[in-house]
């Protein structure tokens, strides 16, 4: 069974600073691995989808690289805002994903 | 943009009742997901369905059941709603197989079983 875990559970960074949130997979075998950001109290919103034979992804100050034999993700977020306080989940699998419990990221003013 | 529905942002239901949440998507995907999400768990799949008249039991199934009688729609019930089910619940939807399918969320029904 596909296990997904992000460490650490909660971080705080002053705006400005660069973001580096990783995630690590038990499974290598997966069709894709998948960034989401969640706001308080809403859902999951896609940021970014690495497929399994990417090794990253790019949208914007948002850049997602994939390693499958480590069993790795990482999504850096460049230059971050308050407005980038959220949780940030990453998920992997096949057509059934697999979760991490998320990044809590608050970036103070 | 792919648009999924959850037909109640916020629900009170009472220890017994039978509880519907309805979830709606308007992109023809075959695939459709309800989660649970609880502080300290995260997201656990209760139930997905990969076309209509079809479902299979995700990781937490008991105390739930689905419905997917139409591919636009799917249907989480709680039979006898308790406490315990007192929760966030998202519905997702995707495309099956693709490894460039995304998935996607509805905005999420926060239950609450007094």
């Known amino acids: 069974k596909q296990e997904v875990t992000q460490i650490p559970a909660a971080l705080s960074v002053p705006e400005g600073e660069n973001l580096v949130l990783n995630c690590s997979f038990t499974d290598s075998a997966i069709y894709n691995l998948q960034w989401f950001r969640q706001d308080p109290g809403k859902g999951l919103t896609s940021l970014l989808l690495?497929?399994?034979?990417?090794r990253e992804q790019t949208s914007g100050r948002l850049n997602a690289s994939l390693d499958k034999s480590s069993g790795r993700s990482t999504l850096y977020i460049a230059a971050s805002q308050p407005g980038d306080s959220a949780t940030y989940l990453c998920?992997?699998?096949?057509?059934?994903?697999?979760f991490g419990k998320g990044n809590q990221v608050v970036v103070i003013p | 943009d792919v648009k999924v529905t959850q037909s109640s942002r916020y629900l009170v239901k009472r220890t017994g009742e039978k509880v519907f949440l309805e979830c709606v998507q308007d992109m023809d995907h075959e695939n459709m997901f309800w989660y649970r999400q609880d502080p300290g768990l995260g997201l656990r799949l209760i139930y997905f369905?990969?076309?209509?008249?079809?479902?299979e039991k995700g990781d937490i199934p008991e105390g739930y059941s689905v419905s997917r009688e139409k591919k636009e729609r799917f249907s989480l019930i709680l039979e006898s709603a308790s406490t315990n089910q007192t929760s966030m619940y998202l519905c997702?939807?995707?495309?099956?197989?693709?490894?460039?399918?995304?998935?996607?969320f509805g905005s999420g029904t926060q239950l609450s079983v007094l």
């Open positions: 369905s990969y076309d209509v008249k079809m479902k």
């Open positions: 998920a992997a699998g096949n057509n059934r994903l697999a």
């Open positions: 997702a939807s995707s495309r099956p197989g693709a490894s460039s399918e995304k998935l996607f």
């Open positions: 690495i497929q399994s034979s990417q």
